[in-house]
């Protein structure tokens, strides 16, 4: 019924992804193919992966050459651009979009008459270059708009609606785009749609070119007895040698067994995991007939391939890794497998949190990083494992810590922090629900440093305090200007290596330090952790801001409340001075500025029913340069009211007022 | 003994250089001709190529006028004959009066000869055989050599041509010596054995001025560079690559972000013509400005994507390098062949915006020009270049740009403008100048978005295959054309000094000979007043300038009077008022070959200029 409009209303319980979309907001008008074509199930597939991955539609340029499959990106993602070009050259307009504009996701969507004939070349070369697209083509081995002529994929011997035989050999679309390198190549069925789905998220995700063949029926003229691409051939030849699901990047899993062979095993598992894999579920062993409509997965570059099918080789894995990842969620039998890790990270009692990518490196944390200055200082063990298992539990991940706090308590030598929170890992078992993120270059004794040699010796004392193989994030404390960046960077580039290490970050760095270390060519900085809050702004705003913008780098705020005064909880420097391990920092802010500051906060929390605190906080999440700004608390109670922040949404007249009253 | 008297002139005369391709000898003589030029004396070289690796003729000409004609003239004063092959035709060319310059270790009988010139034989091949033992070094300085020659022979600044040396050879120091020494050799035996210097010479002067060498294409991807594109599409074709490698040099240094080091710009050597076209489509609809550049077989490929580009709106910008035609014809000659396929590209009623440039400063202008104009018209712009503005070197003004200009973008329909409520058709006409708003992929989460497609649709880009939305998107295409009329370079009129009721139309590369010709074509008693096209479609003042004459000739680089066809075409003159005057054997037309076929023209029809009283 390809006349009547699409009804714009839906269910309002209909669910709703990370934006808070529904898959309806990711169609497009409706479809005037025939109806039962294959090609409708696939935008299907393709609205339901973009559904589930929480795209922005209107962040997906979908580019089509000419041909029913490439009248298929109007009935998907209405809000984005899309670009019927002309036949078979849809692969050279994408290309070139690209080169325009790299932050957008590119579909590309073609047919097998398009990209196996007239558009070969083109397919081909784009296929080679590596474009960062997910190329679909949507195969149905005939020619439907000029009434059933063969395509090149048409398999020989099989027979057309009028009952010609296909003499000529086809062209497997799948085994050249292994030929040409693509690092994703796939081939699934569009009546599959369990499968199907996984394999387009997996192919949007992946960096570089994702081809995908998806054998797609004509009901048309491809539906008849002897045709290899009619919809009872491929069923009844369809033999899916794995069951797919797709995972996005997320913290490695640690696997824990009693077994001394299932420990051998996780470990293999464990270096085997990429940042993203795939979950194994019945696989059966391949039959290996050759037919087409079989998912074939190959991943040319394991490391680089989001879905990382390995069931046809090894198919007595999945059973395997489902045995582990059931252990794992304590629940024996259960095959939950990574899904279950993806939820323990991402189901915050605060209602939806997105995580964020920090800088361009593969950690994604929570927008709210907890600061482990107050361990072992104002607050003891037991409260600050209560703190980080609040923490944690709420669906937050990312703590920081230095190797010298908390050195400035008397009797303290440093590493106290880092050693509650090794405690805490141990005791908790939360390692994979975790991102530490410490620091090297302060004093421990021997002065500050960032030398080699230093930061290789202070590394092994962090990772054996945090009690954990590997430090997620590295940062450089204090920068010394008299150590050549490279020497800094080449011990960051050897942790790294030794797998010590996962991402690197800066903190008290001149602009200048900075920049001559990202252009070092060595490990690049991935994020900056500088002093920045509603108060202090000009610093940060005026010299290091537009580098993180332009370089991409994370920013991790610290004194993100002003040493306290941005809670409100002062409201003059006598009555700050009264606390002694706070007064004399906040002191300075009861100017002019600061008291305007404060009455701003008061209006904007009010309206809001909310804290200063809360609102400074969802002020700095709310710019669109800060990843994550860093807040301690000294109690659970304290920690409750300062992660609401995460939930709340300042209007653009707060974000206004807010800005105004701290202009500088 | 020439039985003609030599031709005696000073700073005014052609040399042509004979030589093999791939003997080197490319070098020597562009040094002769910036040699010329660093006396102060105005020079024009051409070189004449084959399409060909090594072994085919090639030649290279220096036209040198202290007057200032930069256009071909056409016949040789001077030919320096290095090529066997060639000998025979090249001495055939020379003018009577005119000189052979020639390697004389293999005597010839005087019948190779022509008795109305004079030879000057020198033995090159016996002098590197006699200084040099490596065969290549044999070679390559025998050019160097015959260059030392001519600076006694001619009289040049020989100081001059040793500094050039240093300059071409920096970076590579113990290559100058040899060649200043092989220089010497040369110089040193004519003026030991020949009559020094000739009755043709040179002489230095100021005529040059702050005037620059460069080549066309050079300068049009500097245009696109300043111009602000940051995409460039293409697939070698000569003579157009030089174009990309052009741009990738410039970006090289103007676009390389100094603090971050990386590159801003993307360069793409595609797999093909239609796929160059399809990623600068792409781009462009992307938000870049993006171009290709290519020839006239390249423009045959591209026809399809650029009537998509036409019909849906996309700017794009093609430097097409036209060499003459039809299939492969002579790739490495020049023609402006080009000028239909390109007006009229593409399926389907289909109608596209030209520019004109006649030498590389427009080159430089226009290449800029092209971007504005793509994104104000969303439309595909042809820089309609040719090998002999493309590939040669030609003396010209100093680019002027100014840093305060600011691109015009076109209509882009903000973010801010569509949460603002603003409708928002990608091909309704708001302005009532044909040119709809559009917006880049990404502008807003919920508006903005459509669907760009060369099949038909409404003014909000929902596809119908209705009749009255097809016909009210066509006309309204035709609307955009008539406002390009107006933004394209406007052409430039020279009014002859008496009254007249004749008049000339020409374009591109063709204007440095017609300013020359219209003086000989004065001096045989006629007067035409000029207009030089400079864009299409065509200003208003290209149908008054016909209407205000009794005929006008179009002078063109083709079989076909292209540019006389869209004349008639499009501003609906009667051709019999339209005068072809067609010059298309593959050379640049000459100022003698204007001016015989006007004046012959009006010679025969007794049309001359009537007489005013004063």
């Known amino acids: 019924m390809t006349y009547l409009a699409k009804p714009k209303f839906h269910h309002p319980g209909l669910p709703r ?130 009434k059933g002529q063969f395509s090149a994929t048409a398999d020989r011997g099989s ?35 369990q499968q199907l789905v996984p394999i387009i998220k997996a192919a949007i995700q992946h960096k570089g070119a994702s081809f995908i063949d998806v054998i797609s029926p004509c009901v048309a003229f491809n539906n008849h007895a002897g045709s290899t691409k009619s919809f009872d051939f491929v069923r009844e030849h369809n033999e899916a040698v794995n069951k797919l699901d797709f995972i996005s990047s997320r913290m490695p899993i640690e696997v824990r ?78 095959v939950s497998g990574p899904r279950r890790a993806q939820q323990d990270q991402r189901q915050p009692a605060l209602g939806f949190m997105k995580f964020r990518q920090l800088g361009q490196s593969d950690l994604r944390i929570a927008p709210i990083m907890l600061g482990g200055n107050v361990f072992g200082w104002n607050a003891d063990e037991k409260t600050s494992f209560a703190l980080l298992d609040a923490f944690v539990d709420t669906g937050f991940n990312a703590i920081d810590t230095a190797n010298s706090y908390s050195r400035w308590v008397s009797g303290h030598k440093g590493g106290e922090s880092e050693a509650i929170i090794g405690g805490w890992l141990k005791k908790s078992g939360k390692r994979n629900k975790a991102v530490i993120a410490t620091k090297v270059g302060a004093d421990m004794g021997d002065g500050m440093s960032v030398k080699k040699d230093y930061i290789l010796r202070q590394a092994e004392d962090s990772l054996k305090r945090l009690q954990v193989d590997c430090i997620d994030l590295y940062q450089t404390h204090f920068d010394d200007a008299k150590t050549p960046v490279d020497e800094t960077l080449s011990a960051y580039a050897q942790l790294i290596k030794q797998g010590k290490v996962r991402a690197i970050g800066a903190s008290n760095m001149s602009v200048e330090r900075l920049k001559e270390s990202l252009a070092s060519g060595l490990p690049r900085y991935q994020s900056l952790q500088p002093n920045y809050n509603l108060y202090d702004r000009k610093a940060f705003e005026t010299e290091y801001e537009p580098i993180c913008l332009a370089e991409k780098l994370g920013v991790i705020s610290y004194y993100s409340l002003a040493a306290g005064f941005l809670t409100g909880k002062y409201r003059s420097a006598e009555e700050a001075a009264k606390n002694p391990a706070r007064g004399g920092k906040v002191k300075h802010y009861f100017d002019a500025r600061g008291l305007a500051v404060l009455k701003a906060l008061d209006e904007v929390s009010a309206r809001h029913n909310a804290t200063p605190a809360q609102v400074s906080l969802a002020w700095l999440i709310a710019r669109p340069s800060v990843t994550a700004p860093i807040v301690s608390a000294t109690s659970v109670k304290q920690l409750g009211e300062i992660l609401k922040a995460a939930a709340l949404k300042l209007t653009v007249g707060d974000i206004a007022a807010l800005d105004k009253a701290s202009a500088y | 003994m020439s039985t003609a008297t030599p031709i005696s002139r000073v700073n005014d005369f052609v040399v042509r250089f004979a030589n093999v391709n791939g003997s080197g000898s490319a070098s020597a003589n562009e040094m002769f001709a910036r040699a010329v030029m660093r006396m102060g004396i105005p020079v024009a070289p051409r070189n004449i190529f084959p399409s060909n690796i090594q072994g085919l003729p090639t030649w290279y000409e220096v036209r040198v006028s202290e007057a200032g004609h930069l256009g071909a003239r056409g016949g040789t004063d001077l030919m320096v004959a290095m090529n066997p092959q060639t000998f025979d035709k090249d001495i055939a060319s020379i003018e ?23 030879v000057v034989g020198i033995p090159l091949t016996a002098i590197c055989n006699r200084e040099y033992t490596d065969p290549r070094q044999r070679q390559l300085f025998k050019n160097i050599v015959y260059i030392g020659a001519l600076t006694a022979l001619l009289e040049m600044d020989v100081a001059v041509v040793e500094q050039l040396i240093g300059e071409q050879y920096k970076g590579k120091d113990k290559l100058i010596a040899p060649n200043i020494k092989a220089l010497h050799i040369g110089r040193d035996y004519a003026l030991l054995n020949l009559e020094c210097p000739l009755s043709l010479r040179l002489k230095k002067c100021d005529k040059v001025g702050d005037r620059i060498f460069v080549e066309g294409n050079s300068a049009a991807a500097l245009g696109a560079v300043y111009g602000g594109a940051t995409v460039c599409a293409w697939y070698p074709i000569t003579p157009s690559s030089s174009v990309a490698d052009a741009f990738t040099k410039h970006c090289g240094k103007l676009r390389v972000d100094p603090e971050t080091k990386k590159a801003k710009y993307a360069i793409i050597q595609a797999e093909d013509e239609l796929a160059s076209i399809g990623m600068v489509i792409g781009a462009a609809w992307n938000g870049a400005r993006a171009f290709t550049a290519t020839s006239g077989p390249g423009i045959s490929l591209m026809q399809e994507f650029i009537g998509l580009a036409y019909f849906a709106e996309i700017p794009a910008v093609i430097f097409d390098v036209q060499r003459a035609g039809p299939s492969t014809g002579m790739p490495t000659r020049t023609q402006q062949c080009d000028i239909i396929s390109c007006a009229y590209a593409s399926h389907g009623d289909t109608k596209h915006v030209l520019i004109f440039p006649e030498n590389p400063t427009e080159a430089f202008e226009f290449g800029a020009l092209a971007f504005d104009l793509a994104d104000r018209l969303q439309t595909p712009i042809f820089v309609m270049l040719d090998l002999d503005i493309g590939m040669n070197t030609h003396l010209s003004k100093p680019f002027v740009w100014d840093d305060s200009r600011v691109y015009d973008r076109g209509k882009v329909m903000t973010a801010e403008e569509l949460e603002a409520g603003k409708d928002f058709g990608r091909y309704l006409d708001v302005d009532g100048d044909g040119i709809p708003y559009r917006t880049y992929p990404g502008t807003h ?60 139309i020409y374009y591109g590369s063709t204007a440095p000979p017609m300013d020359e010709a219209i003086h000989m074509i004065e001096a045989r008693g006629h007067s035409l007043d000029r207009m030089r096209v400079r864009g299409f479609p065509f200003h208003s003042s290209v149908n008054s300038f016909v209407a205000d004459h009794d005929f006008v000739f179009v002078v063109e680089q083709n079989r076909d009077a292209q540019l006389r066809s869209l004349v008639v075409n499009e501003c609906g003159i009667d051709p019999v008022r339209l005068v072809p005057i067609l010059h298309f054997d593959g050379t640049p037309i000459t100022a003698r070959f204007i001016a015989k076929a006007i004046g012959d023209r009006l010679d025969a029809l007794k049309v001359k200029p009537m007489k005013v009283n004063s």
Not at chain 1, 186 to 193: I, L, Y
């Open chain 2, 96 to 118: 009577p009066g005119g000189y052979l310059f020639y390697d004389s270790t293999k005597p010839l009988p005087p019948s190779k000869f022509r008795a109305d010139i004079s």
């Open chain 1, 159 to 193: 027979k057309s609606k009028r009952g010609v035989i296909n003499t000529d050999n086809s062209i497997d679309l799948v085994a050249m785009a292994l030929q040409l390198g693509a690092g994703f190549v796939a081939r699934s069925f569009s009546g599959d749609k």
């Open chain 2, 445 to 504: 989460p919920t508006k903005g978005s459509f669907f760009t497609r060369g099949t038909s649709r409404d003014r909000y880009a929902k596809y119908t295959e209705e009749a009255a939305p097809y016909v009210d998107n066509m006309q309204r295409l035709v609307r955009k054309f008539d406002t390009a009329k107006d933004l394209v370079p406007r052409p430039l009129i020279a009014t002859a000094d008496k009254p007249t009721k004749y008049g000339v």
């Open chain 1, 17 to 146: 992804n990370e934006l808070g979309y529904t898959h309806r907001d990711y169609e497009g008008t409706v479809s005037t193919l025939c109806a039962g074509c294959g090609h409708d199930s696939i935008t299907a597939s393709i609205i339901q992966a973009c559904f589930e991955l929480s795209i922005e539609p209107h962040r997906v340029a979908k580019i089509s050459g000419i041909g029913c499959s490439s009248k298929t990106p109007t009935y998907f993602l209405g809000n984005s651009h899309g670009f019927n070009s002309v036949h078979g050259r849809m692969p050279s307009v994408l290309t070139g979009a690209n080169l325009a504009n790299r932050d957008l996701i590119y579909l590309g969507v073609s047919g097998d008459g398009d990209s196996a004939s007239i558009g070969f070349g083109q397919f081909a070369h784009a296929v080679r270059r590596g474009v960062n697209m997910a190329y679909i083509v949507e195969n149905n081995g005939v020619y439907g708009l000029t």
């Open chain 1, 257 to 334: 067994t009693r077994h001394r062979r299932d420990r051998r095993a996780a470990r293999r598992f464990q270096a085997g995991a990429t940042q993203t894999r795939c979950r194994l579920r019945r696989a059966r062993p391949h039959r290996g007939h050759g037919l087409p409509a079989k998912a074939r997965l190959e991943g040319s570059d394991r490391h680089r391939s989001p879905l990382h099918g390995q069931g046809r080789r090894r198919p007595a894995r999945a059973s395997r890794y489902g045995r582990y990842a059931a252990q794992r969620a304590g629940r024996p039998g259960a």
